[in-house]
């Protein structure tokens, strides 16, 4: 059994059938491209799983735990994290509530529980300097960041708490060259310790550097489920576009 | 990129303070503080900065109810009237029921919950805006507090009530000691605990708190919830103040309570909101009036200056964005 796996996962708003049947798994360690045009469906199978959206029909199991009817609270709390393409995160925040948006350690004082706000900030402060990300200070406004260290607080946020899977939708669309080979990097870095990365990317050259597997989506179906070392960017290319 | 950097430049502000104060506005009433104690002799004193603090109390608490929904990116315009329905709920409790006289501060307090879990339930669950949703709170709350009442003020509340409201504790009004502490326990809230931290996420980046696990509509109905209780507290130190409860008590109030919360430096599309900066609001209006008062100007003109403050503030946190921009 693999660790996410996903069994005929169907999602429909009203009469419009965003996802029809949805099959794949994704093994520890692994890291699996997600591919697929513009309104194949990838982003609604994400918030399916991150349980943003519930799932009409079919069955997401993610290590031994079927998730159905879980809330993004608590499938992340089960060890899937996933880093948005806009980065979710909260401008008018500093870096260190970023990080930790949604899971605040909390300490009494005086009867009420308070946000334990210099542990946040020590720990926030100890995974910037883990993931050697250049952020001035945890204690900067998110908003006042470039695009680049934003990207490193939405990636802090997701490491922070040790998941097993890390979703990553488009992290590479808005970075420079060396700060798309950090990215990269980590990916590799995650496999090594055994979590699991969904790479959703347009970049077939990141997805062919990292990934060990690709999935295509058409029309909210899997069209393609290969091994990286089995294909080729122009067999890939040509299930994107239904061309095969 | 610079016109997102500039989106979200707060201006400027005293950190530290658990939140965004907007110095401006301290800076304001310093210079009104001043300003009348040169014009008019009588106003700087303790007992008089006990009248301002007793005139403030109410519209303050209430400033407090529209800080909280406003960090949440949203709007309460029915705090006015849920004001006044809960002061006669509360009167009619011990009055007309005659019931014993804790129970006026219980119901004030439920009758004012009451009505925010109705505008938090229609707003997060019916997913009705929140501007129309307490828009129409406003004329229910005021319709059933003028239905109940037959449009007669309630009079005569129990001794304690009317302590409350005019008891003078060492010289120090008791609605300003409320009020006071009112502001220290919403401040703690609002800059410490993930209430308050949520309540800005929310404000600031709703798909993010989604996101990361916080349950945004639940959220929202205790925000305006809150808000409602705050109103019912201000209705009870209002009732308790007049000895009665007035149908038409806290009428046009909202348009007080939202001035204080955005001159204290809230913004007004959510994210960033202090409850010491609302107390500084608050505060400036509280002065402000006083001040007009004792220099004898009509209380039509006060009105007109609340009002044209509000939008003065709105345009200068304006102003100062576009500058950021260029």
């Known amino acids: 059994m693999s660790l996410l796996d996903l069994v005929d996962v169907r999602k429909s708003f009203g009469p419009v059938e965003a996802l029809r049947g949805v099959t794949f798994s994704v093994d520890a360690g692994e890291a699996v491209a997600l591919l ?209 | 990129m610079a016109t997102t950097l500039a989106a979200t430049r707060t201006p400027l502000t005293i950190r530290g303070l658990g939140g965004a104060i907007r110095l401006e506005s301290l800076i304001v009433l310093v210079i009104l503080i001043v300003g009348l104690s040169i014009a008019s002799p009588y106003f700087l004193s303790l007992s008089n900065a006990f009248n301002i603090l007793l005139a403030t109390s109410v519209i303050g608490i209430l400033g407090f109810a529209s800080t909280f929904v406003i960090a949440a990116a949203g709007i309460d315009l029915s705090v006015g009237s849920v004001l006044g329905f809960s002061a006669v709920v509360s009167a009619i409790s011990v009055n007309a029921i005659g019931l014993p006289w804790p129970f006026a501060i219980l119901s004030a307090l439920l009758a004012g919950a009451f009505c925010g879990a109705i505008n938090g339930l229609l707003i997060a669950r019916a997913r009705i805006p929140a501007f129309i949703v307490t828009l129409g709170m406003l004329g229910v709350a005021r319709g059933a507090a003028l239905v109940l009442t037959n449009g007669q003020p309630v009079y005569g509340l129990p001794a304690p009530i009317v302590w409350l409201g005019q008891g003078r504790p060492l010289g120090v009004p008791v609605p300003a000691i409320v009020f006071i502490l009112v502001a220290l326990v919403t401040h703690v809230v609002l800059s410490s605990t993930t209430f308050g ?112 403050v509000l939008v003065l503030a709105v345009w200068l946190d304006q102003i100062n964005r576009g500058r950021a921009r260029s």
């Open chain 2, 197 to 308: 931290k949520y309540a800005l996420v929310i404000g600031d980046n709703e798909a993010a708190a989604r996101a990361t696990g916080i349950r945004v509509d639940r959220h929202r109905i205790l925000l305006y919830t809150l808000s409602g209780t705050l109103a019912g507290l201000a209705g009870l130190l209002f009732a308790a103040r007049v000895n009665s409860g007035d149908p038409t008590a806290g009428t046009s109030y909202e348009l007080t309570a939202i001035t204080a919360a955005i001159l204290g430096g809230t913004n007004l599309f959510g994210g960033r909101a202090s409850v010491i900066g609302t107390l500084i609001g608050a505060l400036i209006m509280g002065v402000l009036q006083n001040g007009l008062n004792l220099l004898a100007v009509s209380s039509f003109y006060q009105q007109m200056a609340i009002g044209a």
């Open chain 1, 36 to 244: 697929g045009d513009n309104g194949a469906g990838k982003s609604t199978l994400m918030k399916t799983i991150t349980g943003i959206h519930r799932l009409t029909s079919g069955t997401i199991r993610f290590a031994g735990a079927d998730l159905a009817g879980q809330g993004p609270g608590e499938i992340r709390a089960r060890g899937i994290e996933m880093i948005y393409q806009d980065l979710a995160l909260a401008r008018q925040q500093d870096v260190a509530s970023n990080i930790f948006l949604g899971r605040e350690p909390t300490r009494r004082v005086f009867g009420i529980s308070v946000i334990d706000k210099p542990r946040i900030e020590r720990e926030a402060e100890a995974m910037i300097q883990r993931l050697g990300a250049r952020v001035p200070s945890v204690r900067y406004l998110v908003g006042n960041l470039s695009g680049g260290q934003q990207q490193s607080v939405a990636i802090a946020r997701a490491l922070t708490f040790s998941p097993k899977l890390v979703i990553m939708d488009e992290p590479t669309a808005a970075l420079a060259v060396r700060e798309v080979e950090h990215v990269l990097d980590l990916v590799r870095e995650l496999k090594r310790q055994g979590i699991a990365v969904i790479l959703i990317s347009h970049r077939l050259t990141d997805v062919f550097a990292v990934c060990d597997r690709v999935v295509a989506l058409r029309q909210g179906q899997v069209v393609a489920d290969e091994a990286i070392a089995e294909t080729s960017m122009n067999a890939v290319v040509a299930h994107i576009v239904g061309a095969a």
